[in-house]
């Protein structure tokens, strides 16, 4: 197994660089219409980010385990080869658009990737704001691992997608033209994803290629000026609310549902999800279920 480097971790100087560079723009030309910079939710997504990377590093220990027990029980193996490797790239990438729309749809996924949309600003260190509980992830890549690819090769192409997506985190560019807004994902389409709106909602889930979701219905363009955030926002720069805000609101709902169902519901229902009517027709009780979100 060739030794394959982990690209975010050799883009780190380079994202460093670019959200230096895009900060000073908007100091030396503000405008009023872009959410810019604002320096405690830029230094919390840093944080965010650096966090991350600590978390990380323990989470992948059970899973590198996990991939390395079904690698070696599958009798496949794919070849890491100058061609195999965009073969790879392409696999990661239909997954993480399945896994990405799981993080938006399942509730308590959702509470791991909320935190990536927690900021009312979209610039490029809001791509660092990555959340503490990576751990929820590894299921979605598992077909790959079982049809051959190497854990590591998994790794690999998954770093590659997370330093593309570094750069479509701004409002300095506008529109791409026509046939790479068509095929790729790109700062116009990721503007969308992380609006607040109702018909930008749980939109535009690619990584690299924005083709899976005008496959799968997914795909909106951008039209209105996007509003960054949550449809409830929260209102604290600690790291340690931000990243579990979400699990702490899920406890709170489960301890107070009606029922088995309602408790269900709250965990691996959408984050908007309420409870039905009752049997005998009367509306079940129990506190109300947050809003859905970007």
Not at 33 to 62: C, H, N, Q, R
Not at 141 to 155: C, D, I, R
């Amino acid at each position: 197994m060739p030794n394959l480097p982990d690209a975010v971790l050799w883009s780190i100087p380079a994202f460093v660089l670019l959200t230096i560079v895009e900060m000073v723009s908007y100091r030396i030309h503000p405008d009023e219409d872009k959410a810019g910079y604002e320096s405690k939710d830029a230094a919390t997504s840093v944080g965010m980010g650096l966090g991350s990377l600590v978390f990380d590093f323990f989470w992948k220990i059970p899973i590198v385990a996990i991939y390395t027990a079904v690698h070696e029980l599958t009798p496949l193996r794919v070849p890491v080869l100058w061609w195999t490797i965009p073969l790879m790239l392409l696999a990661q990438d239909f997954c993480y658009y399945w896994q990405h729309r799981g993080h938006h749809v399942v509730r308590i996924l959702w509470a791991s990737h909320v935190v990536h949309h927690s900021s009312r600003r979209f610039n490029l260190s809001t791509a660092l704001r990555q959340p503490w509980t990576g751990f929820t992830s590894w299921p979605f890549y598992l077909p790959m691992v079982a049809l051959g690819v190497h854990p590591a090769a998994v790794a690999f192409c998954s770093s590659v997608s997370l330093v593309y997506q570094f750069w479509i985190h701004t409002e300095r560019i506008d529109k791409m033209p026509r046939p790479f807004e068509y095929v790729l994902n790109t700062p116009s389409h990721h503007r969308v994803h992380h609006a607040s709106q109702g018909g930008y909602l749980d939109r535009n889930f690619g990584g690299i290629l924005i083709v899976w979701d005008r496959l799968f219905g997914s795909w909106v363009g951008e039209t209105a000026k996007p509003e960054f955030g949550l449809t409830k926002n929260i209102s604290t720069y600690n790291p340690l609310r931000v990243a579990t805000h979400e699990y702490a609101a899920i406890a709170r709902d489960v301890r107070a549902a009606a029922n088995w169902r309602e408790r269900a519901g709250r965990v691996f229902r959408g984050p908007g999800w309420q409870p039905g009517p009752r049997p005998d027709g009367r509306p079940e009780t129990g506190p109300a279920a947050p809003e859905a979100v970007a």
